[in-house]
DNA sequence: TATAATTATGAATATTATTCTGTTTATTCA
DNA sequence: TGAATAAACAGAATAATATTCATAATTATA
Protein backbone atom coordinates (compact mmCIF):
# COMPACT_ATOMS: atom_id res chain seq x y z
CA UNK A 1 0.00 0.00 0.00
CA UNK A 2 1.26 3.90 -0.80
CA UNK A 3 1.80 5.91 2.10
CA UNK A 4 0.34 9.16 1.97
CA UNK A 5 2.59 11.23 3.20
CA UNK A 6 2.07 15.00 1.68
CA UNK A 7 -1.45 15.33 1.32
CA UNK A 8 -2.16 19.29 0.91
CA UNK A 9 -3.69 19.23 -2.37
CA UNK A 10 -4.16 22.61 -4.12
CA UNK A 11 -6.26 24.30 -6.23
CA UNK A 12 -4.45 23.15 -9.61
CA UNK A 13 -4.37 19.34 -7.86
CA UNK A 14 -8.16 19.83 -7.39
CA UNK A 15 -8.43 20.72 -10.93
CA UNK A 16 -6.84 18.39 -12.22
CA UNK A 17 -9.13 15.42 -10.19
CA UNK A 18 -12.00 17.12 -11.18
CA UNK A 19 -11.09 16.77 -15.20
CA UNK A 20 -9.88 13.24 -14.92
CA UNK A 21 -13.02 12.14 -12.56
CA UNK A 22 -15.04 13.23 -15.32
CA UNK A 23 -12.76 11.65 -17.85
CA UNK A 24 -9.97 9.52 -17.08
CA UNK A 25 -8.30 9.35 -20.83
CA UNK A 26 -8.27 13.01 -20.79
CA UNK A 27 -5.09 14.09 -22.67
CA UNK A 28 -2.39 16.11 -20.11
CA UNK A 29 -2.37 18.26 -23.16
CA UNK A 30 -5.97 19.08 -22.58
CA UNK A 31 -5.54 19.29 -18.87
CA UNK A 32 -3.11 22.07 -19.50
CA UNK A 33 -4.79 23.96 -21.56
CA UNK A 34 -8.35 23.93 -19.18
CA UNK A 35 -5.62 24.91 -16.78
CA UNK A 36 -3.76 27.22 -18.48
CA UNK A 37 -0.05 25.61 -17.75
CA UNK A 38 2.52 23.47 -19.39
CA UNK A 39 2.18 19.88 -20.26
CA UNK A 40 5.43 19.11 -18.30
CA UNK A 41 3.59 20.95 -15.16
CA UNK A 42 0.36 18.85 -15.49
CA UNK A 43 2.04 15.55 -16.30
CA UNK A 44 4.59 15.98 -13.07
CA UNK A 45 1.28 16.66 -10.58
CA UNK A 46 -0.56 13.58 -11.95
CA UNK A 47 2.52 11.30 -11.36
CA UNK A 48 2.77 12.81 -7.90
CA UNK A 49 -1.24 12.19 -7.11
CA UNK A 50 -0.53 8.90 -8.24
CA UNK A 51 2.78 8.16 -6.17
CA UNK A 52 0.77 9.71 -3.01
CA UNK A 53 -2.36 6.92 -3.86
CA UNK A 54 -4.35 10.29 -4.16
CA UNK A 55 -5.41 8.92 -7.48
CA UNK A 56 -6.10 5.23 -6.94
CA UNK A 57 -7.24 3.73 -10.26
CA UNK A 58 -8.16 4.66 -13.65
CA UNK A 59 -11.14 2.17 -14.80
CA UNK A 60 -13.79 1.88 -17.14
CA UNK A 61 -17.46 2.08 -16.03
CA UNK A 62 -18.69 -0.98 -17.95
CA UNK A 63 -22.78 -1.31 -18.44
CA UNK A 64 -23.66 -4.06 -16.62
CA UNK A 65 -26.59 -5.31 -18.62
CA UNK A 66 -24.08 -5.23 -21.67
CA UNK A 67 -22.38 -7.89 -19.92
CA UNK A 68 -25.46 -9.53 -18.49
CA UNK A 69 -25.44 -8.42 -14.59
CA UNK A 70 -28.96 -7.17 -14.15
CA UNK A 71 -29.56 -7.87 -11.31
CA UNK A 72 -27.98 -5.89 -8.13
CA UNK A 73 -28.42 -6.97 -4.36
CA UNK A 74 -27.41 -5.79 -1.41
CA UNK A 75 -27.18 -8.02 2.01
CA UNK A 76 -26.94 -7.70 5.23
CA UNK A 77 -25.12 -10.53 7.47
CA UNK A 78 -24.55 -10.97 11.08
CA UNK A 79 -22.02 -12.91 11.60
CA UNK A 80 -20.47 -14.56 15.27
CA UNK A 81 -17.61 -13.02 14.76
CA UNK A 82 -15.57 -10.96 17.89
CA UNK A 83 -16.49 -7.38 17.07
CA UNK A 84 -13.89 -5.43 14.36
CA UNK A 85 -12.76 -8.80 13.27
CA UNK A 86 -12.29 -8.40 9.83
CA UNK A 87 -12.08 -12.17 8.71
CA UNK A 88 -15.67 -12.47 7.63
CA UNK A 89 -15.43 -9.56 5.67
CA UNK A 90 -12.45 -10.75 4.14
CA UNK A 91 -13.88 -14.27 2.82
CA UNK A 92 -16.86 -11.85 1.64
CA UNK A 93 -14.87 -9.72 -0.11
CA UNK A 94 -12.73 -12.46 -2.26
CA UNK A 95 -15.93 -13.16 -4.12
CA UNK A 96 -16.30 -11.79 -7.65
CA UNK A 97 -19.83 -10.87 -7.68
CA UNK A 98 -18.68 -9.29 -4.28
CA UNK A 99 -18.45 -5.55 -5.42
CA UNK A 100 -18.75 -4.16 -1.78
CA UNK A 101 -18.22 -5.40 1.92
CA UNK A 102 -18.93 -3.02 4.67
CA UNK A 103 -18.46 -3.46 8.57
CA UNK A 104 -21.24 -1.17 9.55
CA UNK A 105 -22.57 0.08 13.13
CA UNK A 106 -25.76 -1.18 14.02
CA UNK A 107 -27.86 -4.63 14.42
CA UNK A 108 -25.84 -5.86 10.49
CA UNK A 109 -22.43 -6.65 10.78
CA UNK A 110 -21.74 -6.76 7.36
CA UNK A 111 -23.29 -5.09 4.27
CA UNK A 112 -22.08 -6.19 0.90
CA UNK A 113 -23.16 -5.14 -2.33
CA UNK A 114 -23.11 -7.90 -4.97
CA UNK A 115 -24.20 -8.21 -8.90
CA UNK A 116 -25.14 -11.27 -10.78
CA UNK A 117 -27.26 -12.26 -14.36
CA UNK A 118 -30.66 -12.76 -12.16
CA UNK A 119 -32.29 -13.92 -9.19
CA UNK A 120 -31.16 -17.82 -9.83
CA UNK A 121 -27.70 -16.51 -10.16
CA UNK A 122 -27.85 -15.09 -6.87
CA UNK A 123 -29.76 -17.83 -5.21
CA UNK A 124 -26.73 -19.99 -6.57
CA UNK A 125 -23.87 -17.57 -5.41
CA UNK A 126 -25.83 -17.58 -1.92
CA UNK A 127 -25.65 -21.77 -1.92
CA UNK A 128 -22.03 -22.14 -3.72
CA UNK A 129 -20.26 -18.98 -1.90
CA UNK A 130 -22.06 -17.22 1.05
CA UNK A 131 -23.01 -20.63 2.83
CA UNK A 132 -19.50 -21.79 3.02
CA UNK A 133 -18.29 -18.58 4.86
CA UNK A 134 -18.28 -19.53 8.93
CA UNK A 135 -19.38 -17.35 11.87
CA UNK A 136 -22.87 -16.48 9.35
CA UNK A 137 -25.58 -16.35 11.51
CA UNK A 138 -28.53 -14.53 9.58
CA UNK A 139 -28.50 -12.95 6.07
CA UNK A 140 -31.17 -10.57 4.68
CA UNK A 141 -31.41 -9.74 1.24
CA UNK A 142 -32.54 -6.79 -0.54
CA UNK A 143 -33.41 -6.53 -3.96
CA UNK A 144 -33.12 -3.60 -5.90
CA UNK A 145 -36.06 -2.68 -8.60
CA UNK A 146 -34.11 0.29 -10.14
CA UNK A 147 -31.22 2.14 -9.89
CA UNK A 148 -31.64 6.05 -10.16
CA UNK A 149 -27.98 7.19 -9.39
CA UNK A 150 -24.65 5.36 -9.45
CA UNK A 151 -21.58 6.89 -9.68
CA UNK A 152 -18.34 6.57 -7.62
CA UNK A 153 -17.43 10.13 -8.62
CA UNK A 154 -16.69 12.66 -5.47
CA UNK A 155 -17.64 15.97 -4.67
CA UNK A 156 -14.37 17.43 -4.67
CA UNK A 157 -13.84 20.48 -2.89
CA UNK A 158 -13.14 23.80 -4.68
CA UNK A 159 -9.62 24.52 -2.64
CA UNK B 1 -28.99 8.66 -23.85
CA UNK B 2 -27.10 6.30 -26.53
CA UNK B 3 -29.23 3.31 -27.81
CA UNK B 4 -28.30 -0.40 -27.59
CA UNK B 5 -28.56 -2.16 -30.63
CA UNK B 6 -25.58 -4.56 -31.72
CA UNK B 7 -24.71 -6.02 -28.31
CA UNK B 8 -23.23 -9.12 -28.81
CA UNK B 9 -19.77 -9.02 -27.49
CA UNK B 10 -17.06 -11.45 -28.75
CA UNK B 11 -14.28 -12.45 -26.85
CA UNK B 12 -12.47 -9.78 -27.99
CA UNK B 13 -14.48 -7.37 -26.84
CA UNK B 14 -14.75 -9.10 -23.72
CA UNK B 15 -10.75 -8.81 -23.20
CA UNK B 16 -10.54 -5.14 -24.31
CA UNK B 17 -13.50 -4.44 -21.96
CA UNK B 18 -10.88 -6.65 -19.17
CA UNK B 19 -8.30 -4.56 -19.61
CA UNK B 20 -9.38 -1.44 -19.69
CA UNK B 21 -11.71 -1.90 -16.93
CA UNK B 22 -8.01 -3.08 -15.25
CA UNK B 23 -6.60 0.27 -16.35
CA UNK B 24 -8.64 2.88 -18.31
CA UNK B 25 -5.46 4.62 -19.79
CA UNK B 26 -4.01 1.46 -21.03
CA UNK B 27 -2.79 2.25 -24.87
CA UNK B 28 -4.23 0.68 -28.13
CA UNK B 29 -0.58 -0.19 -28.82
CA UNK B 30 -0.74 -2.51 -25.45
CA UNK B 31 -3.82 -3.38 -26.15
CA UNK B 32 -3.13 -4.81 -29.12
CA UNK B 33 0.13 -6.41 -28.46
CA UNK B 34 -1.87 -8.22 -25.72
CA UNK B 35 -4.08 -9.57 -27.96
CA UNK B 36 -2.15 -9.91 -30.70
CA UNK B 37 -3.81 -7.91 -32.84
CA UNK B 38 -3.20 -3.98 -34.78
CA UNK B 39 -3.84 -0.98 -32.75
CA UNK B 40 -6.29 0.60 -35.73
CA UNK B 41 -8.45 -2.73 -35.00
CA UNK B 42 -8.49 -2.29 -31.26
CA UNK B 43 -9.50 1.19 -32.06
CA UNK B 44 -11.95 0.40 -33.70
CA UNK B 45 -13.46 -1.62 -31.69
CA UNK B 46 -13.02 0.34 -28.04
CA UNK B 47 -14.87 2.82 -30.43
CA UNK B 48 -17.74 0.75 -30.82
CA UNK B 49 -18.24 -0.43 -27.63
CA UNK B 50 -18.23 3.55 -26.68
CA UNK B 51 -20.90 4.23 -29.01
CA UNK B 52 -22.97 1.24 -28.00
CA UNK B 53 -22.87 1.83 -24.61
CA UNK B 54 -20.93 -0.48 -23.42
CA UNK B 55 -18.56 1.49 -22.24
CA UNK B 56 -20.15 4.22 -20.11
CA UNK B 57 -17.40 6.32 -18.76
CA UNK B 58 -13.86 6.19 -18.08
CA UNK B 59 -12.91 7.56 -14.95
CA UNK B 60 -10.52 8.19 -11.86
CA UNK B 61 -10.90 6.65 -8.61
CA UNK B 62 -9.87 9.04 -5.72
CA UNK B 63 -9.19 8.10 -2.37
CA UNK B 64 -11.97 9.89 -0.50
CA UNK B 65 -9.79 10.54 2.13
CA UNK B 66 -7.75 12.63 0.28
CA UNK B 67 -10.49 15.04 -0.24
CA UNK B 68 -11.62 14.66 3.33
CA UNK B 69 -14.75 12.56 2.47
CA UNK B 70 -14.01 10.02 5.45
CA UNK B 71 -17.43 9.18 6.37
CA UNK B 72 -19.56 6.71 4.60
CA UNK B 73 -22.91 5.95 4.65
CA UNK B 74 -25.68 4.15 3.72
CA UNK B 75 -29.84 5.65 4.00
CA UNK B 76 -32.87 3.63 4.24
CA UNK B 77 -36.18 6.22 3.20
CA UNK B 78 -40.00 4.98 3.72
CA UNK B 79 -41.75 7.76 1.31
CA UNK B 80 -45.24 8.47 0.82
CA UNK B 81 -44.72 7.80 -3.13
CA UNK B 82 -46.83 5.69 -5.27
CA UNK B 83 -45.11 2.80 -5.81
CA UNK B 84 -42.96 2.86 -9.47
CA UNK B 85 -42.56 6.54 -8.91
CA UNK B 86 -39.25 7.67 -9.13
CA UNK B 87 -39.68 11.77 -8.25
CA UNK B 88 -38.49 11.68 -4.46
CA UNK B 89 -35.72 9.26 -5.84
CA UNK B 90 -34.83 12.29 -8.28
CA UNK B 91 -34.86 14.91 -5.96
CA UNK B 92 -32.28 12.51 -4.10
CA UNK B 93 -30.18 11.50 -7.34
CA UNK B 94 -29.53 15.27 -7.24
CA UNK B 95 -27.73 16.04 -4.07
CA UNK B 96 -24.43 15.80 -4.79
CA UNK B 97 -22.77 14.33 -1.68
CA UNK B 98 -25.35 11.14 -2.53
CA UNK B 99 -23.33 8.61 -4.77
CA UNK B 100 -26.12 6.03 -5.45
CA UNK B 101 -29.98 6.00 -5.10
CA UNK B 102 -31.33 2.70 -5.36
CA UNK B 103 -35.13 1.60 -5.32
CA UNK B 104 -35.61 -1.40 -3.50
CA UNK B 105 -38.00 -4.41 -2.78
CA UNK B 106 -39.56 -5.30 0.84
CA UNK B 107 -40.24 -2.63 3.39
CA UNK B 108 -38.00 0.67 2.73
CA UNK B 109 -38.51 2.16 -0.29
CA UNK B 110 -35.23 3.53 -1.51
CA UNK B 111 -31.74 2.75 -0.51
CA UNK B 112 -29.17 5.75 -0.92
CA UNK B 113 -25.26 5.82 -0.07
CA UNK B 114 -23.99 8.72 0.95
CA UNK B 115 -20.36 10.38 1.56
CA UNK B 116 -19.28 13.56 3.67
CA UNK B 117 -16.72 14.28 5.60
CA UNK B 118 -17.44 13.43 9.08
CA UNK B 119 -20.73 12.86 11.22
CA UNK B 120 -21.29 16.61 11.70
CA UNK B 121 -21.34 17.18 7.81
CA UNK B 122 -23.41 14.25 7.70
CA UNK B 123 -26.25 15.65 9.81
CA UNK B 124 -25.93 18.98 8.23
CA UNK B 125 -27.06 17.10 4.80
CA UNK B 126 -30.07 15.98 6.23
CA UNK B 127 -30.76 18.41 7.90
CA UNK B 128 -30.25 20.76 5.33
CA UNK B 129 -30.68 18.72 2.19
CA UNK B 130 -32.73 15.28 2.52
CA UNK B 131 -35.43 17.48 4.79
CA UNK B 132 -36.44 19.47 1.74
CA UNK B 133 -37.56 16.75 0.05
CA UNK B 134 -41.72 16.12 0.48
CA UNK B 135 -42.99 12.75 1.26
CA UNK B 136 -40.14 11.25 2.98
CA UNK B 137 -41.97 8.83 6.03
CA UNK B 138 -38.63 7.64 7.94
CA UNK B 139 -35.15 7.52 7.78
CA UNK B 140 -32.49 4.92 9.03
CA UNK B 141 -29.11 5.77 8.68
CA UNK B 142 -26.09 3.34 8.38
CA UNK B 143 -22.89 4.31 9.52
CA UNK B 144 -19.73 2.38 7.66
CA UNK B 145 -17.34 1.87 10.16
CA UNK B 146 -14.85 0.35 7.56
CA UNK B 147 -14.87 -0.54 4.17
CA UNK B 148 -13.19 -3.79 3.39
CA UNK B 149 -13.92 -3.92 -0.36
CA UNK B 150 -15.12 -1.41 -2.86
CA UNK B 151 -15.03 -1.24 -6.39
CA UNK B 152 -17.31 -0.88 -9.29
CA UNK B 153 -15.62 -3.34 -11.81
CA UNK B 154 -17.60 -5.85 -13.02
CA UNK B 155 -16.90 -9.72 -13.26
CA UNK B 156 -16.69 -9.75 -17.42
CA UNK B 157 -17.51 -13.30 -18.34
CA UNK B 158 -14.72 -15.48 -20.56
CA UNK B 159 -16.94 -15.42 -23.78
C1' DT C 1 -21.09 -20.17 -54.16
C1' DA C 2 -21.12 -15.41 -55.31
C1' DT C 3 -21.97 -11.01 -53.16
C1' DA C 4 -22.15 -7.79 -49.58
C1' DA C 5 -20.85 -6.33 -45.20
C1' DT C 6 -17.86 -6.40 -41.57
C1' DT C 7 -13.46 -6.51 -39.61
C1' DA C 8 -8.46 -6.46 -39.87
C1' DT C 9 -3.90 -4.90 -41.48
C1' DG C 10 -0.10 -1.83 -42.31
C1' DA C 11 1.76 2.43 -43.47
C1' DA C 12 1.50 7.43 -43.20
C1' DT C 13 0.39 11.32 -40.48
C1' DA C 14 -1.18 13.89 -36.49
C1' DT C 15 -1.26 14.22 -31.86
C1' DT C 16 0.28 13.42 -27.40
C1' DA C 17 3.44 11.82 -23.75
C1' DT C 18 7.75 12.20 -21.83
C1' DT C 19 12.24 13.89 -20.89
C1' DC C 20 15.41 17.33 -19.87
C1' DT C 21 17.40 21.85 -19.06
C1' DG C 22 17.01 26.29 -17.45
C1' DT C 23 14.13 29.41 -14.82
C1' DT C 24 10.98 30.97 -11.55
C1' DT C 25 8.67 30.56 -7.31
C1' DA C 26 8.16 29.02 -2.74
C1' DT C 27 10.11 27.33 1.64
C1' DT C 28 13.41 26.71 5.22
C1' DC C 29 16.32 28.13 8.66
C1' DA C 30 20.14 30.80 10.49
C1' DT D 1 15.14 39.36 7.02
C1' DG D 2 17.60 37.10 3.54
C1' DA D 3 20.56 33.69 1.66
C1' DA D 4 20.28 28.63 0.84
C1' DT D 5 17.50 24.98 -0.57
C1' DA D 6 13.73 22.72 -2.51
C1' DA D 7 9.76 22.53 -5.32
C1' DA D 8 7.23 23.70 -9.34
C1' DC D 9 7.00 25.44 -13.96
C1' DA D 10 7.92 26.48 -18.97
C1' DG D 11 9.57 25.36 -23.33
C1' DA D 12 11.87 22.65 -26.65
C1' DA D 13 13.33 18.16 -28.33
C1' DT D 14 12.33 13.41 -28.76
C1' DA D 15 9.72 9.17 -28.16
C1' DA D 16 5.56 7.02 -28.19
C1' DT D 17 0.93 6.70 -29.32
C1' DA D 18 -3.46 7.77 -31.64
C1' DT D 19 -5.74 8.22 -35.76
C1' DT D 20 -6.68 7.91 -40.54
C1' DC D 21 -7.13 5.56 -44.74
C1' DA D 22 -6.53 2.47 -48.57
C1' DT D 23 -6.43 -2.32 -49.14
C1' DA D 24 -6.89 -7.12 -47.83
C1' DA D 25 -9.01 -10.73 -45.35
C1' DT D 26 -12.76 -12.65 -43.15
C1' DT D 27 -17.46 -13.43 -42.17
C1' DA D 28 -22.28 -13.29 -43.06
C1' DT D 29 -26.00 -13.53 -46.32
C1' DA D 30 -28.83 -14.46 -50.21
Same mark, same amino acid.
Not at 26 to 51: F, G, T, W, Y
Not at 82 to 107: F, N, P, W, Y
Given at each position: ?? !? ?12 ? =? ?13 ? @? ?9 ? =???? %????? %??? !? ?16 ? @?????? @? ?30 ? =?? %? ?13 ? /????? !?? /? !? ?23
Amino acid at each position: MI !IENNLTLDKIDLAI =LRLMQENARVSNVQI @AKDLEMAPSAI =LERV %KKLEQ %KGV !IVQYTTRINPAAIDLKLL @AFISLK @ASDSIGCVDTAKELAKIEEVQEVHIIAGDDCY =LV %KVRTADSASLMALMR /NSFSK !IK /N !ILSIRTTIVLETVKEQQQLKIPEY
